[in-house]
């Protein structure tokens, strides 16, 4: 069963914008990651987040998680047409032994 | 460092054949995982192993499915007979191990795309 998911489902901006996709999941977590998925390959992690964190960066990316809601989101700035791709939410349940869970994944496609 | 490694990239069989995949992980990892990945749907977790033993195969249909891992290193998953439904990407995964739970980052092979006809 999927723990997390994620909104909107698809997403189309313009190069140059911003975008940002949310995840929502359903239990207790040790942490949270973000994943992209090129066409046809395999996943690449981009970010971590802990449970006790808030907020983290790294590069053009900035993910907050707020686990009273049981929520993150992934903001990617000034996107580039090599951000197309699928991007999944995947959590760390808590008193799991480092299960990865995967949501469903938003399509972000950037327009040139 | 070498990344994950998986063998094949492609399989197209019958349905009741059996197929096999191949997942050599990162050297040092000790927890291996294995996705199934319909197209459009995110990568769904079949098994994964702690070293050489098995910590959840809770979404593993073992009627028809069985992995190993040899020796808490390379691993192979195994389906037979298979079914039209079992086409997918299959994807395999390692990372450190579980005593750092905080810093569970999965490294991903390229995938088997499998598809039964």
């Known amino acids: 069963s999927q723990q997390g998911e994620e909104d909107p489902q698809a997403l189309s901006i313009q190069e140059g914008e911003n975008a940002t996709m949310n995840c929502s999941y359903k239990?207790?977590?040790?942490?949270l990651q973000w994943y992209r998925q090129n066409s046809g390959r395999g996943l690449v992690h981009l970010i971590l987040?802990?449970?006790?964190?808030r907020e983290k960066h790294s590069g053009r990316l900035r993910v907050t998680l707020d686990t009273s809601k049981k929520s993150s989101s992934l903001l990617i700035t000034a996107s580039r047409a090599a951000d197309t791709a699928s991007y999944f939410c995947?959590?760390?349940?808590?008193?799991?032994?480092?299960?990865?869970?995967f949501g469903s994944g938003t399509r972000l496609s950037i327009r040139p | 460092e070498a990344g994950v490694a998986q063998s094949p990239r492609y399989k197209i069989i019958e349905k009741r054949q059996s197929v096999a995949f191949w997942c050599n992980p990162i050297?040092?990892?000790?927890?291996l995982y294995w996705y199934q990945q319909i197209l459009g749907q995110g990568p769904k977790l079949l098994i994964q192993?702690?070293?050489?033993?098995?910590?959840?195969d809770s979404q593993l249909p073992k009627d028809r499915f069985s992995a190993e891992r040899l020796k808490g290193v390379d691993s192979t998953l195994k389906i037979q007979p298979a079914k039209l439904e079992d086409s997918a990407v299959y994807l395999c995964?390692?990372?450190?191990?579980?005593?750092?739970?905080?810093?569970?980052?999965?490294?991903f092979g390229q995938g088997t795309r499998l598809t039964v006809v």
């Open positions: 995964a390692s990372s450190v191990g579980w005593e750092i739970p905080v810093n569970t980052e999965a490294f």
């Open positions: 239990t207790s977590i040790n942490n």
């Open positions: 987040i802990r449970s006790n964190e």
């Open positions: 995947a959590t760390d349940p808590y008193s799991s032994a480092s299960k990865i869970i």
């Open positions: 050297s040092g990892h000790a927890t």
């Open positions: 192993f702690q070293n050489n033993g098995v910590v959840d």
